[in-house]
């Protein structure tokens, strides 16, 4: 299953409500005369014909009014943390810094469970001073309370429900609240059927739990 490619479609579907979410702390200057625009993946070569780099989510935010500096966020989701690059998100990051002549950028790494293990931060330095000092912002949505989001009138939040911490016998509740966020936040019916997918991939509900529940 390519987790990367369902949050993919996530960010890119509801822009606004993902960063809203996943990049809290940087997003809450981002209001409804900001613009947000997907840009390229596909890192340029250094080489014809050497492997590329290809970024998860590059989102750049402008303000046309310039009423703000653009800010470019970078974002990357992880399902393996142990795995977990961070001198590729480094370079990512340095690479569209470049590329956007900016040094405006935030990455964003999305965890799908916990953020155990991960490294937070990369410093490069001798021994008189640090070079480089680079972290980035962290939604480890397995380490989240399902309580404290059930309610949320953010989408993207309300469809990643399944994904945050609940007791393991609260799993039909949690479902059900992410597909009545979805019933009432999302009008288009081509979407709801889209993101009913993407909340029984995460709910992993078994054949013998019912689909429904009437939980308040």
């Given at each position: 299953m390519s987790h990367d490619q369902n949050f993919k479609n996530l960010i890119l579907d509801y822009l606004r409500e993902a960063l809203t979410f996943f990049a809290a702390a940087e997003a809450a200057e981002i209001d409804e005369r900001a613009?947000?625009?997907?840009?390229?993946?596909?890192?340029?070569?250094?080489?014809?014909?050497?492997?590329?780099?290809?970024?998860?989510?590059?989102?750049?935010?402008?303000?046309?009014?310039?009423?703000r500096e653009a800010l470019l966020f970078v974002i990357e989701e992880e399902t393996d943390t142990r795995r977990f690059p961070i001198h590729r998100l480094a370079h990512y990051c340095l690479d569209l810094a470049e590329l956007m002549d900016t040094d405006r950028v935030v990455p964003v790494v999305i965890f799908l469970r916990r953020a155990t293990g991960a490294p937070q931060r990369l410093r490069l330095g001798g021994d008189q001073d640090t070079?480089?000092?680079?972290?980035?912002?962290?939604?480890?949505?397995?380490?989240?309370?399902?309580e404290h989001y059930r309610h949320s009138d953010n989408l993207v939040v309300r469809l990643n429900l399944p994904n945050m911490?609940?007791?393991?016998?609260?799993?039909?509740?949690v479902?059900?609240?992410?597909?009545?966020?979805?019933?009432?936040?999302?009008?288009d019916p081509e979407k709801k059927l889209k993101y009913l997918d993407f909340i029984d991939i995460y709910a992993a509900l078994d054949d013998n739990q019912p689909l429904w529940t009437e939980s308040p």
């Amino acid at each position: 299953m390519s987790h990367d490619q369902n949050f993919k479609n996530l960010i890119l579907d509801y822009l606004r409500e993902a960063l809203t979410f996943f990049a809290a702390a940087e997003a809450a200057e981002i209001d409804e005369r900001a613009r947000i625009t997907p840009v390229r993946q596909e890192q340029l070569q250094t080489r014809l014909g050497e492997r590329f780099r290809e970024l998860d989510v590059p989102l750049l935010v402008e303000w046309p009014d310039r009423r703000r500096e653009a800010l470019l966020f970078v974002i990357e989701e992880e399902t393996d943390t142990r795995r977990f690059p961070i001198h590729r998100l480094a370079h990512y990051c340095l690479d569209l810094a470049e590329l956007m002549d900016t040094d405006r950028v935030v990455p964003v790494v999305i965890f799908l469970r916990r953020a155990t293990g991960a490294p937070q931060r990369l410093r490069l330095g001798g021994d008189q001073d640090t070079y480089l000092d680079f972290h980035y912002l962290s939604c480890a949505l397995g380490e989240l309370d399902y309580e404290h989001y059930r309610h949320s009138d953010n989408l993207v939040v309300r469809l990643n429900l399944p994904n945050m911490q609940y007791p393991a016998q609260r799993k039909v509740e949690v479902y059900a609240q992410a597909v009545r966020g979805l019933t009432a936040l999302e009008p288009d019916p081509e979407k709801k059927l889209k993101y009913l997918d993407f909340i029984d991939i995460y709910a992993a509900l078994d054949d013998n739990q019912p689909l429904w529940t009437e939980s308040p």
